[in-house]
């Protein structure tokens, strides 16, 4: 089945940093790929997604790029915030019809320091 | 516009209790699922649905029932509560790619 495999935590960095969160996936067809983030106490928002090969999604200074080739959809932002501090979940969605589960990653805990 | 909305946002269960979970949705979605987040730990797939009268299992459904009669309401019922139940519950609905979340419902079991 579809499974997500994301970059284990947490990750510490200090602010303004470069930050890289790895993400690679295993599904049939082709599937939509997505960003979520969780902040403490809250459900889960959309942060960015892709929905085919070499699409890049991008808000909010963050981006990602739907790599078929590599089967990869890593997370990068240039310069972080301690306002990013939270927990990022890579997911992905089928594309075929009777495959309409959406598969998270384990999630990766994000702590920016001033 | 409400999105998902979950309720309870807390409960505290004694081992053996019943409840149901609430979720209702007001975006006309045909897809909802419910997952559960342990501590620490990433979303698990208990059930999900791809329209009224439609429901499939997830990864864990053990313990867990649910049903789907109308496009708005998915409930999960908690049948005999047991201490590994305890974890934050969050339903979802989704048209084409997004997903909208819930805000959650904190359960723990004693």
């Known amino acids: 089945g579809d499974s997500v495999t994301q970059m284990e935590g947490p990750v510490t960095l200090s602010e303004e940093a470069f930050l890289t969160i790895n993400c690679t996936y295993t599904a049939t067809g082709y599937p939509s790929l997505f960003w979520y983030v969780q902040y403490p106490g809250e459900g889960l928002q959309l942060l960015l997604k892709a929905t085919k090969a070499d699409d890049k999604g991008s808000n909010k200074g963050f981006e990602a790029t739907y790599r078929k080739e590599t089967t990869s959809f890593h997370l990068e932002k240039g310069s972080v915030q301690v306002s990013d501090s939270a927990v990022y979940f890579c997911a992905l969605s089928g594309s075929n019809f009777g495959n309409e589960k959406l598969t998270f990653g384990t999630g990766t805990r994000l702590t920016i320091i001033p | 516009n409400a999105g998902v909305t979950q309720t309870p946002k807390f409960r505290i269960l004694k081992i053996g209790q019943s409840m149901t979970l609430q979720c209702t949705q007001d975006?006309?979605?045909?897809?909802m699922y419910w997952y559960r987040q342990d501590p620490g730990m990433g979303l698990k797939l208990i059930y999900y649905?791809?329209?009224?009268?439609?429901?499939d299992k997830g990864e864990v459904p053990n313990g867990y029932n649910v049903s789907r009669s109308t496009t708005e309401d998915f409930p999960l019922r908690l049948e005999l509560a047991a201490p590994s139940q305890t974890s934050v519950y969050f339903c979802?609905?989704?048209?084409?790619?997004?997903?909208?979340f819930g805000q959650g419902t904190r359960l723990t079991v004693v």
């Open positions: 979802a609905s989704r048209e084409n790619t997004e997903a909208f």
């Open positions: 649905s791809v329209g009224a009268g439609i429901t």
């Open positions: 975006m006309n979605h045909n897809y």
